[in-house]
């Protein structure tokens, strides 16, 4: 038709003109980015280095008339370790797991007992060079990982622990950093433990338990949901952020510890908590750029009579642990 004719014409003239003034016409639907695969790449004799941070502690605070008691200590106790540790890929086997040597390039540790320091090591300071953990400088042991961040095997850990003697308590946490349990949780990376599918699109989730044993308060379980937020690029590397929140839960805290003796000691107390975390990987070489989770949980108890005894500031007890694990790629 003529009018079509017509209308044609004036939109191939005017269109140069409407992109000029910025009225440039959307593009159709949302901008596609892709299933990206997010799991780790291993190259052979590749290295990386990280830093490793992992803290565990406890506290007990006493408020109100309860905290002029001299006889009731609170305070903090726990670790906190930083390691900087290299990892080089010795070889990839048929399946795509990768064998890595990990050896220890720096190592703090500190230690306390109610707020009292019992350990204070730094590898980078002269006047710790005596101290039993000293020897685990240099030392290495080797690792199967898989793709999905699961350590696989750990071997070759006993030459690293004959360097270092108990009776002492450096070296009774120098052998404990030297537990196949204690090398499998440092170098898992539980985020990429996704069962249904690898490939996954900003906006999918995915989920896992984890279950903490709390002593005396009991047991928790938590169902850690993971979801990719979005892809980024940043300079010339692409990255998958990934965040998680997660979510209290029973399902398996009951049949994981059901040999164990349970106590109603905790349901005397309110609590809350947060656990979250986050993931930052590298798509474009397959290796995490960052990756922390960090647990807070507090109990509290309040005198139920403090209103009729009309105190100021009820007698209150407050216990509470955070557990901490922050990975990060630093070369």
């Known amino acids: ?166 009776g002492t308590l450096p070296g009774a946490r120098g052998l404990a950093l030297l537990a196949p349990d204690a090398i499998k949780e440092r170098h898992t990376i539980s985020a990429l433990a996704i069962k249904d599918k690898k490939k996954v699109r900003p906006g999918d989730s995915w989920s896992s338990i984890k279950t903490f044993s709390f002593g005396l308060m009991g047991t928790k379980s938590y169902e850690r949901v993971y979801t990719l937020e979005e892809i980024k690029d940043v300079g010339n590397r692409r990255i998958a952020a990934v965040e998680m929140k997660a979510i209290p839960t029973s399902e398996t805290a009951a049949e994981l510890h059901k040999e164990q003796p349970t106590s109603d000691f905790s349901k005397m107390f309110d609590s809350n908590e947060t656990y979250a975390g986050q993931l930052e990987l590298n798509l474009t070489d397959g290796k995490v750029e960052k990756y922390d989770e960090k647990l807070h949980l507090e109990w509290i108890i309040v005198d139920p009579t403090a209103k009729q005894k009309g105190n100021k500031e009820p007698d209150t007890l407050k216990m509470g642990t955070t557990q901490l694990y922050s990975l990060e790629r630093i070369d």
Do not use: H, W
């Open 1 to 166: 038709m003529v009018s079509d004719r017509i209308f044609t014409c004036m939109a191939a003239a005017l269109f140069p003109l409407l992109l000029a003034a910025g009225c440039a016409p959307s593009a159709k639907g949302p901008v596609k980015t892709g299933e990206p695969e997010l799991v780790l790449k291993f190259t052979p004799q590749d290295l990386t280095t990280y830093r490793l941070i992992t803290e565990e502690t406890r506290g007990v605070q006493f408020e109100g008339s309860l905290g002029d008691d001299a006889t009731l200590k609170g305070g903090r106790t726990g670790d906190r370790v930083e390691m900087t540790f290299t990892q080089q890929i010795q070889g990839i086997d048929s399946k795509g797991n990768a064998t890595a040597k990990i050896t220890i390039k720096n190592l703090k540790y500190f230690a306390q007992v109610k707020d009292r320091p019992v350990l204070d090591f730094d590898s980078s300071k002269e006047k710790d060079q005596s101290n039993p953990l000293a020897k685990l400088i240099g030392q290495s042991y080797t690792i199967e990982i898989t793709p999905d961040g699961q350590v696989a095997q750990v071997t070759d850990f006993q030459n690293a622990q004959s360097v270092i003697k108990g």
